[in-house]
């Protein structure tokens, strides 16, 4: 895997490199981009983080 | 010289990233070939967010940032030149592309830290703008194509004439692009040799095709865009039904994907190229007989095709794909197609039903459409039909038709929603419905646009949202019991209700053949004297 985020024909001041980057990309998210996609039938996500309901009715 | 950043916007931000952009790569291929100093950033690719575009805006001191796209990467594109605008303010920053071109005044306003926006073809403009800016030459009022900001005004130059011979562009520069990433999504489920695909590439053989479409935009590159002084006395563009059609050599062709072969192992080429039988068309019927020969001729028929052998026990050679007309595929050039390793073709089917053809601008008739699907399967190619539900004329009769035809030729399909991208003639019909729709919002419009099998604006004279969504399902589900009781139901309410689409005539689109200045023409195509 090619390990410089930007390509070009000379070298940047700041290379950015790929390893610093690899932030953990978390479970949640991926799991949310796929089950998004997967929607139907018994196939339903729910929002974690946007639960707006605050009990009353 | 010029120290210049481009960066590739996200596009299909659900899909892995399956396609180079080839205008980008060619413009950083033409930057470099005029001594520029040239880095890629490919956000579509790489998807790492906001903080990675931030670093990629620090990591060097730019003298101009350029991005552009289609009109559905319009929602990247905003958000990434907010970041570099904060992240680099030094930088000058272009826009080109689809999203740009279909409209530069509205782009401007939109995305305030555009410095300089470039519409239509960018081949001569590009490298006429780097070397502006890095003479440090910021009066732009005498370069063609361009959209430049004067106090608060946005103001729009004359249009550029399209380059005549295109075999004088250099490759793109792949190598800018991560190809891991590209190579790793070269698999698409168009036939089974694409499916099985390690190393696909995207190439362009050809630019422009001669239909008209009503749904469709030429992206004002192929002589298809001049610019006007509309009735507020201010220069905008016009999009019409006029064409430069050209296409590269077969010769060029060949020997790029021979490079490509040589140097990253491809063994598909997806052409993007709008229409390979206007091409055939306009070249008197020889180009594709060429291409095919020379493809042939230079070893890169894949040996199932020379061999007559199941493609399965393929080695070696390069398959590829294409688009096609139902109207202008016949069986002579499909057969060579075949053999010289043609794997699937994409038919802009769109509907059976006669009389939405009739209305669509595509020259094709019901018999045509269903004939070319026999014909393109009989050859060996597979044809990859496309169906769309919702245009204005859409009535239960229409939908019926297209399942019925669709059972009996075995179309599995979930159809795109017939949709006004921007540039097409039935944006700028249905512009003000569009807008209404949108509660005086475009830019809520815009910010919408993806894929056309979600459902954005209507253009439907006769159904609403909530039927259109219904009719996808009974298409996809080939249903005509659903269909049947849908219509029961609806009895004469279509009598009652209140359209939500009304066509007007535009200033931007003219339903006429008025071609766009080329390379080595003389004055007598002056945009500029156009008579309304
Ligand atoms: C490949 C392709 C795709 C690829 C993506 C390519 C990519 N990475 O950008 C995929 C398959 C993903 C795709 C998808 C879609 N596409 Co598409 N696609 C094309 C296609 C076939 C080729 C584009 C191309 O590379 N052209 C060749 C290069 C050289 O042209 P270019 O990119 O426009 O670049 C030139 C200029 O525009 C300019 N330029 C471009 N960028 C920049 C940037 C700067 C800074 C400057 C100065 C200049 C500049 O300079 C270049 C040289 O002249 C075109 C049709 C065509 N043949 O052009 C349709 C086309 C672009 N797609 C179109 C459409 C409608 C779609 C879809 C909406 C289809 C659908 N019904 O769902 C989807 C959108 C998906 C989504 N969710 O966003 C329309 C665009 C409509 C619009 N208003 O923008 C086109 C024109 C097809 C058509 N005729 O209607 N597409």
Redesign the pocket.
């Known amino acids: 895997m090619e390990d410089n985020l930007l390509k070009g024909n000379f070298e940047v001041k700041k290379p950015i490199k790929l390893g610093d980057q690899e932030k953990e990309k978390s479970v949640g998210e991926e799991l949310k981009k796929r089950a998004l996609g997967t929607l139907g039938g018994s196939m339903v996500y729910m929002e974690r983080k946007h639960f707006t309901w605050d009990g009353d009715e | 010289m010029a120290k210049i950043l481009i960066i ?1 916007p996200v ?2 931000e659900d899909d892995e990233p ?7 790569a ?2 950083a291929s033409i930057a470099m070939g005029q001594g520029h100093l040239v880095q890629v950033y490919d956000e ?1 690719a790489w998807r790492k967010g906001d903080e990675v575009i931030a670093k990629v805006c620090q990591a060097d001191c730019w003298d101009a940032i ?8 319009y929602r990247s594109i905003k958000k990434i030149l907010n970041i570099c605008k904060a992240n680099a303010p030094e930088a000058f920053v ?6 740009f ?2 409209m530069p005044h509205e782009m401007m306003r939109w995305i305030p830290e555009i410095d300089l926006g ?1 519409i ?4 001569v ?2 490298p006429e ?1 780097l070397g502006k800016i890095d003479s440090k030459d910021f009066d732009f009022s005498r370069t063609l194509g361009v959209c430049y900001r004067e106090g608060n005004e946005t103001v729009l130059t004359g249009v550029r004439p399209n380059i005549k011979d295109l075999d004088r562009l250099p490759y793109p520069a792949w190598d800018l692009f991560p190809l891991d990433i590209y190579f790793r999504n070269s698999a698409l489920s168009l036939s089974e040799v694409a499916f099985r695909s390690k190393r696909r590439m ?1 190439i ?1 053989g050809s630019l422009g095709c001669g239909m008209v479409c009503k ?5 004002g ?1 192929t002589g298809d865009m001049i610019v006007d002084e509309n009735d507020e006395g201010k220069k905008d563009v016009r999009f019409t039904y006029g064409r430069n059609i050209r296409y590269f050599s077969p010769r060029y062709i060949v020997e790029m994907v021979k490079t490509l072969v040589r140097k990253y192992g491809v063994d598909f080429v997806y052409f ?3 229409n390979f039988m206007t091409m055939d068309m306009a070249s008197g019927r020889t180009w594709l007989k060429e291409l095919c020969e020379c493809w042939i001729k230079e070893g890169l028929q894949p040996m199932s095709r020379r061999q007559g052998l199941p493609d399965e026990e393929n080695e070696g050679g390069v398959f590829w794909s294409g688009t096609s007309h139902a109207g202008l595929a016949y069986r002579d050039i499909l057969d060579l197609m075949y053999r010289a390793g043609c794997a699937s073709l994409v038919y802009g089917t769109e509907s059976f039903d006669p009389e939405i053809l009739k209305n669509l601008g595509k020259g094709v008739n019901q018999r045509q459409n269903i004939d070319a699907l026999k014909t393109c399967m009989d050859s060996g190619i597979v044809p990859i039909p496309n169906i769309m539900i919702g245009f204005p004329e859409e009535t239960f009769k229409s939908i019926r038709t297209t399942i019925e035809w669709m059972i009996k030729l075995g179309i599995h399909s979930k159809p ?1 929603f017939a ?1 006004p ?4 003639e039935w944006y700028y019909t249905y512009k003000d419905s569009i807008i209404e729709q949108y509660n005086g919002d475009l830019e809520a419009f815009i910010k919408e ?5 979600k459902l954005t604006a209507v253009i439907s004279h006769n159904f609403s949202p909530l039927q259109l969504l219904g009719l996808q399902q009974i298409v996809m589900q080939r249903d005509l019991r659903l269909l049947d009781l849908a219509e029961k139901h609806w009895g004469e309410a279509g009598t009652l209700t209140k359209t939500i689409a009304e066509p007007r005539n535009s200033f931007n689109i003219i339903k006429r053949k008025i071609q766009a200045p080329i390379e080595g023409q003389k004055e007598r195509n002056n945009p500029n004297h156009v008579n309304r």
């Open positions: 590739n596009i299909r399956k396609h180079i952009p080839y205008g980008l060619l413009l579509n350029a991005t552009g796209g289609l009109t559905t990467t272009i826009a080109g592309g689809g999203f071109t279909s470039v239509g073809e960018a081949f403009t590009w703008v995207d362009m749904f469709c935009w030429h992206l590159t993007i190229d709008e795109h949709t991208y921007p540039g097409s646009l993806g894929d056309a099998m």
